[in-house]
Each structure stands twice: as structure tokens, then as C-alpha cells.
């Protein structure tokens, strides 16, 4: 069975900080995929990685991928406080139609 | 931009009541989905569909859920005889067919269900 884990699952910052956001998964993947998720909303897709090493950014946020870590990170840049939001991973085993695994989601808050 | 549209984005039920989901996902897409999130917790997986069949189902997908593709646009999740604890969001998503860009999925805005 594929676990996704998330860490942490708390993250309180100050604006300007950088931070890095960790994702492990059990089994042998490489595809794995970051969403943004604001309070009653829905999943916002940020960064879809594809093979090892894969890196993305957008804004102040990073993405990379280690396969054969199994292990994903999310970095945040002098983070402002339009980043406060719920990040989760999530992973898939194969090609289109396949379930995603998400963690657990990490909850920042962005402090002014 | 196309979007996976859902309805309702709120419904209340009684225990034991039907329920019916409906989404509209993005029209080229082949493949779709229904996952949940109760609240706080992660998001779930409940089924996968493709090409009028269930691809894939999860432990929670029992005999109360099913899904249809009644024409050819819209994709529902029924619940026959609701519980308490099928409170939840409930969140469909649709990905393109293998050969697209990725393989990625893309969310409606949910339907929160509330059952009392």
C-alpha cells in the first residue's frame, strides 16, 4: 500500500523566512504533484513533476523531486502571507487513470 | 479556461437518503474521478472511471456508492442510504488522455455534504 507522508503538518513562518516543505512516499513513483488548498476551497494544482530530478518553480514557491529518495520538497522564498494555505502532495503508480495518494497536507500560516 | 464544474456546492440530507452528485468535468478529458476530504482530514480517493467502467475503486467505494456517466457530459456519484459519517467534501476531477501534457488531475470546487 502507498503511504504519502507530509512534514511538518504545522508550519507557522515569518514573512520574508524561507521554509522547506518535505514529502516521502513509499513506493517507487515518479510522478508526483503539489496543490495548494485555501480554507472551504478546492485543490489549486501547483507543480506537476514527472521524472527524477525533476525541479519547477513559480513565484516564490520550488518544487523537486527525488525518485530514488522516494522524497519530494516544496521550498518556500521570503514567503508573504498570500502563501497561507494548505500544500499537499500527492502521488500516482502509473500512467492516466491512476488513483492519488495524498499526505496529509501541511498547514502554513504566513505571519506578517 | 475550462474548469470541472459541480453541483450542488452544498446539499443536506437525512440519514438514510439518496444522495446524487453531479459534476460536468473538462469536455476532451477521459478519465474521471470522485475523491473526498472530511473535514481537516486528507484528501481520499473513492473511484476512478474511464470509457463507462470503474478503473479503479478504493476500500471506501462499498455497495452505497456507485457512479454513472448518464450522457456525455455529466458524471455522478450516488450514495444510496447516506450516513453520518459520509459527511464530507466531495471533490470530482478529470485528467486528459495519456499523451496530453500530463497526467494530471484537475478538482471542482467540491460539493460539502452534510448529513444529519
Known amino acids: 500500500e502507498l503511504k504519502v507522508e507530509q512534514n511538518p503538518l504545522f508550519l507557522s513562518m515569518q514573512e520574508g523566512k524561507n521554509y522547506t516543505i518535505y514529502c516521502n512516499y513509499s513506493t517507487t513513483s515518479d510522478r508526483l504533484y503539489w496543490y495548494r488548498q485555501d480554507p472551504g476551497k478546492s485543490l489549486e494544482s501547483l507543480f506537476v513533476l514527472l521524472s527524477n530530478g525533476a525541479v519547477k518553480q513559480e513565484g516564490r514557491l520550488m518544487a523537486s523531486l527525488d525518485t530514488k529518495a522516494r522524497l519530494s520538497t516544496l521550498h518556500i522564498t521570503a514567503a508573504v502571507h498570500d502563501l497561507s494555505a494548505t500544500y499537499f502532495c500527492?502521488?500516482?503508480?502509473?500512467?492516466?487513470?491512476?488513483?492519488?495518494?495524498f499526505g496529509e497536507g501541511t498547514q502554513l500560516t504566513v505571519n506578517p | 479556461e475550462p474548469e470541472v464544474t459541480q453541483t450542488p456546492s452544498h446539499q443536506v440530507t437525512q440519514m438514510g437518503q439518496e444522495v446524487i452528485l453531479r459534476c460536468v468535468p473538462i469536455?476532451?478529458?477521459?478519465?474521471f474521478y470522485w475523491y473526498r476530504q472530511i473535514l481537516g482530514q486528507k484528501v481520499e480517493f473513492l473511484v476512478s472511471f474511464y470509457n463507462n467502467e470503474i478503473s479503479e475503486k478504493s476500500e471506501i467505494f462499498d455497495d452505497q456508492f456507485s457512479v454513472e456517466r448518464p450522457d456525455g457530459s455529466n458524471f455522478t456519484l450516488k450514495i444510496r442510504s447516506t450516513k453520518l459519517e459520509d459527511s464530507a467534501m466531495y471533490f470530482c476531477?478529470?485528467?486528459?488522455?495519456?499523451?496530453?501534457?500530463?497526467?494530471?488531475?484537475?478538482f471542482g470546487p467540491g460539493t460539502r455534504l452534510t448529513v444529519t
Open positions: 476531477a478529470s485528467s486528459g488522455h495519456s499523451g496530453l501534457i500530463a497526467y494530471e488531475q484537475y
Open positions: 469536455s476532451n478529458h477521459l478519465y
Open positions: 500527492a502521488v500516482d503508480l502509473r500512467a492516466s487513470g491512476s488513483r492519488l495518494t
